[in-house]
């Protein structure tokens, strides 16, 4: 045993001296404290967004010809209101969630391969973990998915608010406990947790659980968006306790007066939603001014903090709550409502209403501006002026309403688009393509690949230059493939700059003429279930 405890010493030792060594080429050497990168470098055609996934209408992979015949006739599925809400990749799969808003939905979560992986642009969406546990009306499975989050270990924590037919009125719903179930993906879904919030926390048919991040700090916990109107708020789930509580702060996570009113593609909505979006920044000192130098990342370790990001939907401004508070059960038991008003942070103004945000973890967000049809982003180490809110996306017929995000192992950014302001109206068009999944490079990962260290050090001093780098070249506005099916074809611009506006709309126009003809094409043959 005490030869056995010296060899491990000694490989503790050697290992240690090689990590500060630099290679023989004279690089750097490894940094143990920086977050993990993608190691193959980006070619500057990834950095645009490409539609990888479109569909006119959502299916289901149904065993066979007559189970969907038969699904179709009883109502079971109905096409027409089937919509998609989140998108998490891991390994070969990218996972969706599908919320049962309206009668018809056959399954609440599902997958569909990775598109490297598949021949399809419109492929079937598979029930995951199977088609018993999205049965409706079995309060033991998945009810109604809206959000979900993929933490480093593979595990899918499942947000299941357990209500159906939330845009319907009547007596046939489901009224289910909420809940949130742990699924590991590396075991085909295995149902590692399950957890039923308590009625004081989240009531069974009067909430509307939505988005989630998860924090690997203290056993882990998920912060989760609650936009009901009646008690909104970020519900917490400590995983190691077994418990959950509630976070509210009337003034930043309520709608705003003056954002409930706004157009998406030239229809005027009038929403009045509360705190919707959610993202988890990467750890700062909050001890240190931006001028300090970097200190002995050994002292003073345990002031590292995280932010939890959030916004309502009808509002214009991006807010957050230090994660230490919110993980804090007897805080928030005690906390006056001026206690909270007090550790909140108002960034300022964005162009216009989010409803879905990222952080990746490099502290750089992206969030949808849904009256812009764009994708921005920003990084989080600097201040939140207009000059460093870029957007990165902008078309007003392929980015109509962007909902959620997320990034894969490679460092792809996928972004739903779910034109949720026409399926609210029931004005879908079956003819039309009506959701899409765009896929771009970022050269990062997600906020869960945040190292593990507390003090793993302030971003802004060992990521310089990463999240400096122009994501879109500004000077191409479309990139037309001529040769490839329209789906896969460039589907979003970069940024317009002022002096390239005159010749860039002379480019815009040729290639509409080409867009119509290849969208009608590729029309041709599609098989579409109405």
């Known amino acids: 045993m005490a030869l056995g405890r010296k060899l491990i010493a000694f490989a503790l030792v050697v290992s240690c001296a090689l990590a500060q060594q630099g290679s023989d080429d004279g690089s750097p050497p490894l940094d143990s404290l920086s977050p993990p990168t993608p190691s193959v470098p980006i070619a500057p055609g990834e950095k645009q967004f490409r539609v990888v996934y479109e569909w006119n209408v959502l299916d289901f992979a149904f065993t066979n010809e007559d189970e969907r015949a038969q699904a179709l006739y009883s109502g079971h ?82 947000v299941d608010s357990g209500r159906t037919e939330t845009l319907t ?33 989240v009531p069974a048919g009067n909430n509307y659980l939505n988005k989630i991040v998860v924090d690997d700090a203290f056993g882990g916990f998920a912060y989760i968006t609650d936009n009901s109107g009646a008690d909104p708020g970020i519900v917490v789930f400590s ?25 998406v593609n030239g229809t005027e909505l009038n929403f009045s939603i509360h705190i919707d979006s959610i993202a988890l920044g990467p750890y700062y000192n909050p001890n240190l001014s931006p001028d300090q130098p ?34 804090d059960p007897e805080f ?20 216009s209403q989010t409803d879905g945000m990222f952080m990746d973890n490099q502290g750089v967000l992206y969030y949808g501006l849904l009256g812009e049809h764009a994708v921005a982003k920003w990084d989080s180490y600097k201040p939140f002026t207009e000059k460093n809110q870029q957007i990165i996306a902008k078309d007003a017929t392929y980015i109509q309403w962007v909902d959620s995000m997320g990034i894969d192992h490679e460092g792809y950014l996928y972004v739903v ?100 003809l290849g969208a009608v094409t590729s029309m041709i043959g599609r098989r579409a279930v109405v």
């Open 169 to 201: 009125r009547g007596k046939d719903h489901v009224v289910c406990p909420p809940k949130i179930i742990l699924l590991d993906l590396k075991r085909n879904g295995t149902v590692m947790l399950r957890y039923q919030f308590p009625e004081s926390v």
């Open 417 to 516: 688009v779910n034109r949720l302001h026409n399926f609210v109206a029931g004005r879908l068009n079956p003819l039309e393509v009506n959701f899409r999944i765009l896929r771009a490079k970022t050269g990062a990962l997600s906020y869960v690949y945040t190292p593990d260290n507390l003090f793993n050090s302030d971003g802004k001093f060992l990521y310089s230059g990463a999240s400096g780098e122009p994501f879109a070249d500004n000077g191409l506005v479309y990139q037309y493939e001529g040769t490839t099916p329209a789906s896969s074809r460039l589907a979003a611009a970069g940024i317009l700059g002022a002096s390239g506006a005159a010749t860039n709309a002379a480019s815009f126009a040729g290639f509409i003429g080409a867009l119509v």
């Open 332 to 351: 928030n038991a005690r906390a006056t409502p001026r206690d909270i008003l007090e550790a909140v942070v108002d960034y300022g103004r964005k162009q």
């Open 77 to 158: 599925y109905i096409p027409k209101n089937v919509i998609i809400s989140d998108c998490k990749p891991f390994a070969n799969r990218l996972y969706l969630t599908i919320p049962r808003m309206l009668p018809g939905v056959p399954a609440t979560l599902g997958y569909v391969v990775r598109p490297e992986n598949n021949g399809r642009t419109d492929p079937e969406i598979v029930p995951f973990p199977s088609w018993e546990m999205n049965e409706r009306g079995n309060c033991s499975a998945l009810q109604f998915v809206q959000g979900v989050a993929v933490d480093k270990h593979g595990i899918m924590w499942v």
């Open 294 to 327: 970097v200190p002995d990342t050994l002292v003073n370790s345990q002031n590292y903090e995280r932010n939890v990001y959030y916004s309502p939907l009808s509002s214009y401004h991006i807010y957050s709550l230090p994660a230490s508070l919110l993980r």
């Open 239 to 263: 995983r190691r306790l077994t418990r959950s509580w509630k976070v509210r702060e009337n003034n930043s996570m309520r709608a705003a007066r003056n954002a409930v009113r706004f157009a």
